[in-house]
């Protein structure tokens, strides 16, 4: 079983549904903290070391998007919608 599985199970209760959207209150430093692990996990995505054929690198890339876009929307800034290629 998954953690986010495993965290689903702990916050669903008999009396309420389960919503796709989890609103957190996150205070300065705790918002810190968690966009330094952002950073952390985009350098990680970043050094992988796979061979980079267009399957590989499209992965990456999509994956490097939600990590800017959830970097961007814990610090305020307005997250800007690319247009697929």
């Not at 999509?62 to 876009?69: D, N, P, S």
């Amino acid at each position: 079983m998954s953690l986010h599985m495993e965290v689903a199970e702990l916050l669903q209760s008999e009396f309420t549904q389960m919503s796709d959207l989890l609103t957190v209150e996150l205070d300065k430093e705790q918002r810190d903290v968690i966009l330094r692990g952002l950073r952390y996990v985009r350098s990680s995505v970043m050094l992988t070391p796979q061979e980079p054929t267009s399957q590989i690198v499209e992965g990456r890339n999509e994956e490097l998007q939600l990590l800017a876009a959830l970097s961007d929307l814990l610090s305020g800034q307005p997250t800007a919608q690319r247009a697929p290629a």
